[in-house]
């Protein structure tokens, strides 16, 4: 069998399998941790499948799907349609698998840190000024990434963090998560750096890359499980335009651009694999 999808709401999963089998495509469904996999029978129809798993993921909620079901009048008994209506602790912590809640804590602690008076913006600051870029502590790249100089800019970053990087271990994986968070925190804080110097921090370099990669991938292989809604991309492009215009103030539009275009170049290159 060939997965298709991975959906976290098991009646949506059912109604998706109903209306393939009204066409003559054969599913399967198991159910995990991660959600409701779906499941090709035959590999003979999977162009066509593919085909409907784009339709569906642009339109979820079309009447086509849930009429499928009512007309198949049947439910697979190893499906528990009542998981999901779980308290808001569990679904936060299920949403986000331990690198997204690593790097959460992280910067957590070094905002609580630094408000109590401890110098850690000095320790995870980026490298004073070029003389530095070969010194050892490289970790001064990607730390930035991890500082916050107000309670509203953490809140903000770490609710995009928890969506966009949880989305992305859950059906992808830590490492990939990994790889995109250093990539993009480098280059995003290098590019803030030439822009502005070394005294700014957030994790907002990041978050643009892991909304660049999650659209593009998600587009180019809707099988990998990750959906990113159209608008969510729009409204965030609008953003990253006002920036450069000024009226929002002095916010690091260099390292936004620079973390989406790391995102963008990763699910690029990513396209024709599946879970890396």
């Known amino acids: 069998m060939i997965q298709l999808l991975v959906l976290d709401n098991a009646r949506m999963a059912q109604a998706l399998v109903d209306y393939l089998g009204t066409l003559g495509i054969n599913c399967e469904l198991t159910q995990s941790e991660l959600g409701v996999t779906i499941w ?18 642009a339109e979820p ?19 528990d ?52 870029f070969t010194d050892w502590q490289a970790w001064r ?4 990434s991890l500082i916050h100089l107000s309670l509203l800019h953490l809140v903000f970053n770490l609710l995009w963090w928890w969506y966009l990087g949880g989305q992305i271990e859950q059906r992808i994986g830590s490492g990939k998560l990994l790889v995109l968070a250093l990539a993009s925190g480098a280059l995003s804080n290098t590019a803030e750096f030439m822009a502005s110097g070394p005294y700014f921090g957030g994790l ?8 660049g990669y999650g659209w593009l991938r998600g587009r180019l292989q809707p ?4 959906q990113m809604p159209q608008a969510l991309m729009g409204f965030m492009l609008i953003w990253l335009a006002l920036g450069f215009t000024g009226l929002l103030g002095p916010i690091g539009n260099l390292a936004h651009l620079a973390g989406l275009l790391v995102g963008l170049a990763q699910a690029w290159l990513d396209r024709r694999g599946h879970h890396v």
Request: hydrophobic share 50%.
């Open 141 to 144: 790249f990607f730390t930035p």
């Open 204 to 211: 907002s370099g990041v978050v643009y890359a892991l909304l």
């Open 81 to 132: 349609y009542s998981k999901g209506v779980i308290d808001p602790l569990t679904d936060f912590l299920h949403h986000a698998g331990p690198l997204t809640l690593v790097i959460l804590i992280a910067c957590v602690a070094i905002y609580a840190l630094e408000a109590i008076g401890l110098p850690i913006f000095d320790l995870l600051a980026f490298h004073p000024d070029l003389t530095h």
């Open 223 to 226: 099988d990998c499980g990750i």
């Open 40 to 57: 090709l029978v035959s590999e003979a129809r999977l162009a066509q499948a593919q085909q409907e798993v784009k339709r569906f993921l």
């Open 61 to 79: 909620n079309h009447p086509r799907y849930m009429e499928a079901s009512w007309q198949s009048g049947r439910a697979d008994a190893r499906i």
